[in-house]
């Protein structure tokens, strides 16, 4: 069982940034391919990135490319999603996710609560 935390979520104006967090429970954090999926109001969840679990290979949705850069700390069970030059269209509840596999944009055993970016323009 894995339990996942999200923070670091806000408001923040157009062409800012803002790094998210998630915290990870468990002894096997490495094991797992870790994820950012974010939904806004009305929409269907999306893939925004995902890092293998020893952090060698990412992936990005083409929307987020040069922006966003995922990283991870497996010494301290941390995932991070660094946002850049934010839009106003990236507002959104930013997810975290874990799997075992690696399927970026199908990660889905664990996910976290959720927290929420807004980006005013």
């Known amino acids: 069982q894995v339990q996942l935390v999200e923070s670091g979520g806000g408001l923040v104006q157009a062409g800012g940034s803002l790094r998210l967090s998630c915290a990870a429970s468990?002894?096997?954090?490495?094991?797992?391919?870790m994820g950012w999926f974010r939904q806004a109001p009305g929409k269907e969840r999306k893939f925004v990135a995902a890092?293998?679990?020893?952090?060698?290979?990412?992936a990005y949705a083409d929307s987020v490319k040069g922006r966003f850069t995922i990283s991870r700390d497996n010494a301290r069970n941390t995932v991070y999603l660094q946002m850049n030059v934010l839009k106003p269209e990236d507002t959104a509840v930013y997810y975290c996710?874990?799997?075992?596999?690696?399927?970026?944009?199908?990660?889905?055993?664990?996910w976290g609560q959720g927290t929420q970016v807004t980006v005013s323009s």
């Open positions: 996710a874990a799997g075992t596999e690696w399927r970026p944009k199908s990660l889905n055993d664990y």
């Open positions: 890092i293998t679990g020893n952090g060698l290979v990412a």
């Open positions: 468990g002894r096997t954090f490495s094991s797992y391919a």
